[in-house]
């Protein structure tokens, strides 16, 4: 057991020093085509990059506003975040959410068809994770086609 473990730690350690990372800023979701290498795993945001809400109601521009209104009112901050996360959730239950720009589901399709794992990272609780899994479907976003852990 001790060598099975001391082997598979062996392992790991190799393959992370074999790892790079860039973490990109840019201004369109196409800029990434041109920084991926072959076989690099693509991760991107899901809020703000690649899905956004159709109105303000239920954004991140909106809950970062409300958690801030709470605190300013005296709320301590732990209850606001409560609160607002609360709200938040239920209104990812019955609100619309659309790609935040045109060809984001062309992009990601493209790097998927080019052999990239393409991934999602997210704060979203599991409380809405089947809602945005449906929102991201609906979007043309199926990240379950090239995801390295099948």
Not at 41 to 56: A, G, H, K, M, R
Not at 114 to 135: D, P
């Amino acid at each position: 057991m001790f060598r099975q473990v001391l082997t598979s730690l062996c392992f790991l350690l190799i393959s992370w020093n074999c790892l790079t990372a860039a973490i990109l800023d840019i201004t369109t979701i196409q800029d990434v085509v041109q920084h991926v290498d072959e076989g690099a795993l693509v991760v991107f945001d899901i809020d703000n990059t690649l899905l956004e809400c159709s109105q303000l109601l239920g954004s991140d521009q909106w809950f970062c506003y409300q958690l801030q209104a709470l605190k300013e009112q005296g709320w301590d901050q732990q209850k606001a975040l409560d609160h607002v996360l609360t709200l938040w959730t239920e209104i990812q239950h019955c609100t619309t959410l659309r790609p935040v720009e045109s060809h984001t589901a062309k992009v990601v399709r493209y790097l998927q068809q080019a052999g990239h794992s393409v991934i999602a990272l997210t704060t979203r609780g599991e409380a809405v994770a089947q809602t945005t899994i449906k929102h991201l479907d609906f979007s043309g976003l199926d990240l379950r086609q090239t995801t390295p852990l099948k």
